[in-house]
């Protein structure tokens, strides 16, 4: 049986790994003021200099049922099943309007939407798990019973330079955000029942910052399985993705994948936002 896998654009996956784990995405849109594009054709670094410029987040629209149902009738014509990987539940529509797309008659018993209570790459490490299990022969119901399992130990992460974005999205309040700013503090968020929830408050130059937080990230979540790790981005040096490399490589790290967010994710979290993401539940087969 021919299964396929689908994602959202918030997977943040560049065309490379799209095509080496054949998984395909529908996009987001993304919109300032009267510009609309789609999520991978819009950069983040457009959205980062209209928000310089105005002092406003684009606005992200979810895709809605009815782009939902395009997908998966085009994806279905070359293959028996689909399992589509959704955006958090907690952040985002697309996975309700994708649930509720699979429910028409034609799609019943072919679609399989998972929830991934994640974003970004920590959605992508789910999807890599399902592209292993069926090079395995593994048969979709038990794929998506093995891939859901996992999910509570999804490990998805990052480090801030501001709350800046946060706020303006409405995800953190005006008095914390100037309390932040004048404290100087760098945050770092992580998702836990699929919601973005503050951790650690640093304070210092985003390099000694951001390794402090992997340090902590690694002893936290020191469980982890150590085929498949993520160093996302919205905006980072060559120099402190080297660094961040080498200690993953320490850590027993098979596959380290760089990448940088797509736009979605990166007009929550602003510049200079970096994570690190894996599965916190040891070793898979």
Request: with cysteine; aromatic share 8%.
């Amino acid at each position: 049986m021919s299964i396929a896998l689908s994602a959202e654009s918030t997977i943040d996956l560049p065309k490379d790994l799209l095509q080496k784990f054949d998984i395909v995405t529908v996009p987001f849109t993304l919109t300032m003021d009267e510009k609309t594009g789609l999520d991978g054709e819009v950069t983040a670094d457009e959205l980062f200099a209209f928000t310089d410029k105005t002092g406003k987040l684009p606005r992200t629209s979810a895709v809605n049922q009815f782009q939902f149902e395009e997908h998966f009738r085009k994806l279905l014509k070359d293959h028996d099943s689909l399992i589509h990987f959704s955006l958090s539940s907690e952040l985002s529509s697309a996975y309700q309007n994708a649930v509720n797309a699979s429910q028409e008659d034609e799609f019943k018993g072919k679609v399989f939407v998972i929830d991934s209570r994640s974003l970004s790459t920590g959605i992508a490490l789910l999807a890599i798990y399902a592209r292993k299990l069926i090079g395995q022969g593994e048969k979709v119901e038990e794929i998506v019973k093995k891939v859901q399992a996992r999910v509570p130990f999804d490990q998805a992460s990052f480090s801030l330079e501001s709350v800046n974005y946060l706020f303006k999205g409405g995800r953190c309040s005006y008095l914390a955000m100037i309390g932040a700013n004048i404290l100087r503090l760098k945050p770092e968020i992580y998702v836990k029942e699929g919601k973005m929830v503050p951790g650690k408050k640093y304070r210092g130059s985003m390099q000694t910052v951001v390794m402090e937080y992997v340090e902590d990230t690694l002893n936290m979540f020191n469980h982890p399985d150590l085929e498949n790790v993520f160093i996302t981005y919205s905006t980072a040096s060559d120099g402190l993705v080297d660094e961040i490399r080498a200690r993953l490589q320490k850590a027993g790290f098979k596959n380290i994948m760089a990448t940088r967010a797509g736009g979605t994710i990166s007009c929550h979290c602003g510049p200079h936002c970096l994570g690190i993401l894996y599965i916190n539940d040891g070793a898979h087969n």
